[in-house]
């Protein structure tokens, strides 16, 4: 077994996480996945599951035993979770846990301060990482409801106007997180991760259309529409207001950069959104299981 301990996957079964559990296992690192229902036949043989819900403190004592770092995903959708994982941090600590890598939006520190408190909470640990993850490419893919729009409808709506966002391939963003979780020379900061360009909407529907001969357009609309849209698609409002706010900032070009420390902290370079969508045909882009 490695030296590394037992890492704790929070969201385990998730996008990022099922990679993060997967890259781990294939290193020799004990992994416990947590989440709320068993993975069922995709867990990876001799990785354990603990049930575990944010909203229920009675798992998580049993989901912390003699875990030595935690992946961290904090509860999805809620706006202010500041609270419940500041309770479970102190008691990762009071566990013997030393490091946490925590995933979190490059958008949320301006327009979601809620998500954004989080990123101060996870320093309480002895050792820390926070993801600032720029717009995931899977976005695209999968039961996503831009991929969806953009299938069945052949159009990405948002209220980003022109602006760029550096989009990164969640596979990439999960290989940072590995990479974090077993580094001996652990160096406790945040890392803004990006794909290897920024691209507005136009260029995003345009790389659609050339690679799956669809006929996809962006149509950008107010925030105030995007809001209404986002509320009858069924999320929640306090969370539309981060979503719209994301674009918000885009537009604004406060998203428009690219860094290089996926290519520093995993060796190669950040996958294309070009290679992206050449690797998922329309067909393939039905599934939502990202490639490791
Ligand atoms: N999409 C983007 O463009 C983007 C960009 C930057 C950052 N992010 C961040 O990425 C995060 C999502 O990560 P992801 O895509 O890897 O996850 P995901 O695919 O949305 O999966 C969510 C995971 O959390 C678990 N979960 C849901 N509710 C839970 C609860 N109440 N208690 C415990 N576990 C729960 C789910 O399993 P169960 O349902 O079985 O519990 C699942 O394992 C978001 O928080 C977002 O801030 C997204």
Known sequence: MSAIGTVLVTGGTGQTGRIVTDLLHRRGVNVVVASRHHPGERLPAGVRHVRFDWADVATHEEALRDVDSIYLLPPPLDPDPVDVVDGFLRRAVGAGVRRAVLLNSSAFPLCAPGLHAVRLTVQQMPEWSVLLASGFMQNFLGTHPTAVAVREHHEIVAAAGNGRMGWVDAADVAAVAAELLTRADHDSREHVLTGPEALSYDN?????????????????????????????????????????????????????????????????????????????????????????
Not at 232 to 249: I, K, R
Not at 255 to 267: C, I
């Open 204 to 292: 995003l529907a345009a790389a659609i259309a050339a690679e799956w001969e669809l006929p996809v357009g962006y149509r950008p609309v107010t925030a105030a529409e995007r809001a209404a849209q986002l509320v009858d698609a069924g999320l929640p409002p306090t969370f539309v207001d981060a979503l719209v706010g994301a674009d918000v900032l885009t537009a604004s070009g406060a998203e428009d950069r690219v860094t290089t420390e996926v290519a520093q902290l995993v060796g190669r370079d950040a996958t294309s959104f070009a290679d992206l969508l050449h690797r998922h045909a329309p067909r393939a882009a039905m599934t939502t299981t990202p490639e490791v």
